[in-house]
């Protein structure tokens, strides 16, 4: 069983970074994407970055293109995304997902599992 478990949120001021984490757990994820989406209050869960497991190829939205990077540690078994330059439009609960797609996929309805999810909140 597949168990996504997010970390490392809070409260942050404007122009400042955060590192979340995803702890990935329950079997080989090597033919795995990894993702983060994040969703805030009142609107639709949306597409952040999407990390191959295998080879490490990355795509990111174009709305944190340049300030968020996505990452994974196979030793670790652990999925990043490290945020810089956060603005308060960035604030939104963040998620982390698993999917066998064959491709960097943007589609939530692409991944399998997800995480409970971890709160960023960013101060103007």
């Known amino acids: 069983q597949v168990h996504l478990v997010e970390s490392g949120g809070g409260l942050v001021q404007a122009g400042g970074s955060l590192r979340l984490s995803c702890a990935a757990s329950?079997?080989?994820?090597?033919?795995?994407?990894m993702g983060w989406f994040r969703q805030a209050p009142g609107k639709e869960r949306e597409f952040v970055a999407v990390i191959s497991w295998s080879d490490g190829n990355t795509v990111r939205a174009d709305s944190v293109r340049g300030r968020f990077t996505i990452s994974r540690d196979k030793a670790k078994n652990t999925v990043y995304l490290q945020m810089n330059s956060l603005k308060p439009e960035d604030t939104a609960a963040y998620y982390c997902?698993?999917?066998?797609?064959?491709?960097?996929?943007?589609?939530?309805?692409?991944?399998?599992?997800w995480g409970q999810g971890t709160q960023v909140t960013v101060s103007s």
């Open positions: 329950g079997r080989n994820f090597n033919n795995y994407i």
């Open positions: 997902a698993a999917g066998q797609s064959g491709f960097l996929s943007r589609k939530r309805g692409e991944y399998d599992y």
